[in-house]
């Protein structure tokens, strides 16, 4: 695309002056603006936020909230769809674009507040029952990026276990080709006829309070929003549930989208809870509880033997997977292929129903009876029947229902004296070229080692090829005669080769040792 006429034709001054300046100066930068549309994809659309087709803009909302408009008039009479945004960077912004394009093109437009979590427009979705729902957000992203997602639901849904949750192909395949139909944002018509302000947050608080007992509980605990947009939401869950200590990280507890206390915004990421810890050390806390930004995800850490400990993404699944299967006596626990395979024994073990998933919520949601999915990346969907997707705020809220009742430390093992130790950990390596990872998996496929930790490796699956009944995805699966399990597979998201090791073992000691030799062993087949 030529940049001057993007600049012709973009609606946003600020955007505007910065392209036509990189003109002027002929700047090699233009290159990386220029590079191609921002892709909009089953996750939608993520990028870093600047001027140009290549990014997070007015100018590619406008055209966005375009495209979807004529995929959900091509479908429906008047869609039904909410829109909502986080705290980050022209949030607000993109929000306010995507509701008045999404009105100007016949669409019945629900406008809530800003600067809600996630998982609020998810349960918006189906409580309010929308044909679709926007949520600006990038998620646990850096602070230069934003990103818009959308979720199906209401007439253009197959059924209910499909609506509130992320989109699928082919409509997101359908939606990107009438956004390339969409034509200059500033000829793009935008109205505030058909934009109803509606907020559902009393309803959702409702909801999730009614999720556990509520009583008393003197259980003092340490929250962070990691500057996002849940801080609010989850203090007020809790203590209408009868949590009367909860006690907010003070510098991590406004929204704030440069995240100035942690180099990046994901509680997973290394030193991301120093000051949550620090503050559970003050306060004599017992659980920490973490949102990423926007609230769909949560960490957690206990102190065991006299130190914080973060729970791992599968351990935390664990937890939840055993307490949800103790309350129901019917239906299906559901988690991503890279997960562990422990809530699968949980499942068995309580006669109910088990189904694996390609990674991503967009495939957990759409479980037909799901009780409780997971995936390993703090991702937990503890209310299916009102919010089909991950939602850290009724995650937290369920552990901490669950942490009042008995140490976290003594459930974990007693879960592993039950079903054996299932540990797990990452192994993730940036690659600058997307070849790079591809050339890398046909490698190990190629070249696989016969044995990890002394096992001899009896079965390899080409996950293209289709894994446990499921879709083919890129990927590779490698089991030991001990049940060790090794899948590698290429970041959906970033430019990643991501690794997730599974042992499972007679003690969390033994399965630890093990696991620090396989962790070895892998990344000296791959090199690295």
Known sequence: MNPQDWVDHDPDPTTRAEIQELIDAASPALAERFAGPLEFGTAGLRGPIAGGESAMNIATVTRASAGLGAWLLSKVSRPKVVVSCDARHRSADFQRATAEVLAAAGCEVILLPAQLPTPVTAFAVRHLGADAGVMVTASHNPPQDNGYKVYLGGRVVAGDNEAGVQLISPADKEIAALIAEAGWADEVPRSTDGVTPVDVLDDYLARAVSLVPSEDRDLPIVITAMHGVGGEVLRTVLERAGFTRVIPVAEQFAPDPDFPTVAFPNPEEDGALDLAIATAEREGARLILALDPDADRCSVAVPIDGRWVQLTGDQVGGLLGEDAARRHDAGTLASSIVSSRLLARI??????????????????????????????????????????????????????????????????????????????????????????????????????????????????????????????TPGLAMVTDADDRIIARPSGTEPKLKCYLEVVASSQEEGRARLEVITRELAEALGV
């Not at 089909?388 to 009042?404: H, P």
């Not at 079965?459 to 090829?465: A, E, G, H, T």
């Open 347 to 472: 499942a068995e073990h309580h006669g109910l129903d088990f189904q694996p998933t390609l990674t991503g919520f967009k495939w957990i949601g759409r479980t037909p009876g799901l009780i409780f999915g997971y995936e390993e990346a703090l991702g937990y969907c503890t209310d299916p029947e009102f919010v089909r997707d991950k939602d850290g705020i009724t995650a937290c809220l369920r552990v901490a229902d669950l942490a009042a009742r008995i140490d976290l430390g003594e459930f974990l093992a007693e879960i592993g004296r039950q079903y054996g130790w299932y540990v797990t950990a990452p192994l993730t390596i940036r690659m600058a070229d997307p070849a790079d990872i591809a050339a890398a998996l046909e490698r190990l496929a190629a070249e696989a080692p016969k044995q990890f930790a002394g096992s001899n490796v009896f079965r390899i699956d080409d996950l293209s090829l289709g894994y446990l009944g499921l879709p083919g």
